[in-house]
């Protein structure tokens, strides 16, 4: 039998990627293309809906073409996508009704008020998991119903889509025939009950979204539809792996049972912890999402986000020009007096998970006349760890489990004196896998699972280093409270 290959989309903020793995779970090429940030002078930010989706169409095209494998040879497509991304389009034809709105975007903001002042947003957080914010769809969808003119007319007339673009790609792939998305994407549109799982109606009124414009919510690795790209297939493929990109990289990753956990390290970070098939709403500062449906049965997740993590390593190489390179980070924190008090609080535009304090301001605490260079190069690794360890905990309590191990990703995973100091912050392993792009893994994987690609070992094929805590109880402590006492300086509320 001729060998087969699977294609995985990972649709992300910057850029599409896609990548073809062969059914040892090996990555065979990927491809990317970028797509513009169009940004007004509000500072609206914004995607071209066409262009993310020609884009999706020569990305697969390419890395095919480049593998130089026949088109007869792919078996299958996982989707991974930026999530609360937020999408207008026409049912007939797939027109795009105005630019998407990007996460990023805070332009509903005002919508969000309007329900803060009607004295919902607390059963809101109670009902989807999530505090009210213009971060999530909801809001984005519902500046789509007041601001784009033809929007309230098609609602009516039953042609109207709203979705994230997780369902925008699949509508399009699929030729229209299919208009639907997962539960992980779904969970995190603030209009999705995470005990029912259902569209809320009660949470679609207060929005004012008619729910006949949402999509059929499916699990993760349900049949999604079939895709021939637009012709450049002889014979359709299935879909059938779809999921948030932080959802996928979780899944990625492995983690599949209640208390796994896993940090993704970029400009900020996205730690998010498999809390079970039961829900836990937070009482300590993180969010409740879906993970993923697979098979009729869903899985939970708290999630915190932190604003400044690799960013701090950019700050002090654009800003301060303390370094030259993110690498150089390394062999200056080895340099640095061990017992240096210096501690940085990121906080340059507030604070996030767990204190969220948009007041507070950054601060550099406990400098001596001994504090140098090394030191405070020291101080900005080592915040990047304490901000993560501050959110592990309070998941860990939220969920009244005990974590064993901390899995990870990203490119600052790369420098080892972080990754030592954050399993000796946490107390904990730390694991490093050999591989990157876990996002499209995961959707590699879902799709793959489902369409009898790939079985469950595929999960112990990722190599992983790790590292083990060596740090003193006593010495642990102390940096905690030196930590947490710095964090006090910043905090606006208590």
């Not at 066409?50 to 884009?55: C, T, V």
């Not at 903001?109 to 914010?133: M, P």
């Not at 390394?330 to 940085?344: C, F, I, K, S």
């Not at 190599?463 to 003193?472: L, Q, V, W």
Request: one cysteine or more; a negative charge.
């Amino acid at each position: 039998m001729e060998k087969q290959y699977l294609l995985s989309v990972d649709q992300s903020t910057q850029g599409t990627k896609a990548l073809l793995f062969d059914q040892e779970g090996n990555l065979i090429c990927r491809g990317d293309r970028p797509h513009r940030q169009i940004i007004n002078d509000a500072g609206w930010v914004s995607h071209d809906l066409n262009e993310i989706y020609s884009n999706t169409l020569k990305v697969v095209r390419d890395v095919i073409e480049k593998a130089g494998i026949r088109r007869e040879q792919v078996a299958g497509l996982g989707i991974s996508n930026q999530r609360e991304t937020s999408a207008v389009w026409d049912r007939t034809d797939g027109h795009p009704l105005a630019d998407a709105i990007v996460w990023q975007c805070s332009r509903a903001k005002d919508i969000c008020a309007r329900v803060e002042e009607s004295g919902k947003a607390e059963w809101v957080r109670r009902t989807t998991g999530i505090n009210l914010s213009p971060y999530f769809p909801a809001s984005k969808l519902a500046w789509f119903m007041e601001n784009v003119k033809e929007a309230p007319q098609k609602a009516s007339e039953g042609t109207l889509c709203l979705g994230t673009i997780d369902s925008y790609l699949v509508y399009r792939l699929t030729g229209g025939t299919s208009f639907k998305t997962d539960y992980s994407n779904a969970s995190r549109t603030q209009l999705f009950n995470i005990h029912s799982l259902e569209w809320d109606e009660g949470l679609c009124s207060l929005f004012g979204i008619p729910v006949n414009a949402l999509a059929q919510v499916c699990d993760s690795n349900a049949w999604f539809g079939d895709t021939d790209l637009e012709g450049y297939l002889d014979n359709p493929i299935p879909i059938h792996g779809v999921l948030g990109d932080s959802h996928g990289a979780l899944f990625g990753q492995g983690c599949l049972e209640k208390g796994m956990i896993k940090t993704t390290y970029g400009t900020g970070s996205s730690i998010m912890m498999n809390i079970g098939e039961k829900p836990v709403i937070s009482t300590h500062g993180v969010v409740t999402s879906l993970a993923w449906g697979m098979d009729g049965r869903v899985n939970y997740v708290l999630e915190g986000n932190i604003n400044y993590t690799g960013a701090v390593i950019t700050w002090l190489k654009d800003d301060l020009k303390l370094i030259t390179s993110a690498s150089e980070t390394e062999g200056l924190a080895r340099q640095a007096n061990e017992d240096d008090t210096t501690y940085l609080v990121p906080a340059f535009t507030g604070i996030g998970a767990p204190y969220w304090d948009s007041e507070a301001r950054a601060a550099i605490v406990g400098i001596t006349r001994k504090t140098r260079t090394p030191e405070l190069v020291k101080a900005g690794l080592e915040c990047i760890a304490y901000q993560i360890a501050d959110v592990v905990e309070a998941m860990s309590q939220d969920a009244g489990v005990r974590i064993e191990e901390l899995r990870v990703d990203g490119g600052p995973t790369r420098n080892r004196y972080l990754m030592q100091f954050q399993s000796d912050i946490l107390d904990i392993r730390v694991l490093v896998p050999d591989a990157e792009e876990l996002s499209g893994i995961g959707a590699a994987y879902a799709a793959g699972l489902a369409l009898g690609f790939f079985d469950r070992s595929i999960f112990g094929k990722m190599k992983r280093s790790m590292f083990e805590p060596a740090m003193d109880q006593d010495a642990r402590r102390q940096k905690q409270d030196g930590w947490r006492a710095a964090v006090g300086t910043v905090l606006t509320r208590s």
